[in-house]
């Protein structure tokens, strides 16, 4: 018998310091996108990188 194994998608952890202000808004917000405060930070940052981009050229990465 032969055992099949999927990875899961993997995110690097990251501690992030914001004020309790900010936080409570951001997890406002997660709440009316029907998503937790740790992919609505996720999201904000996802169009925040394209936004840049979109100016400023493709960042490239290894």
């Known amino acids: 018998m032969r055992r099949v194994i999927k990875m899961a998608n993997y995110y690097t952890p990251f501690s992030l310091r914001i004020s309790e202000e900010?936080?409570?808004?951001?997890?406002?917000?997660?709440?009316?996108?029907?998503?937790?405060?740790?992919?609505e930070i996720a999201f904000a940052l996802e169009q925040y990188v394209r936004e840049y981009e979109a100016k400023f050229g493709e960042i490239k990465t290894e």
Do not use: G, T, W
Not at 27 to 39: G, L, P, W, Y
């Open 22 to 39: 900010l936080l409570d808004k951001v997890k406002q917000i997660a709440v009316q996108n029907k998503r937790s405060a740790n992919k």
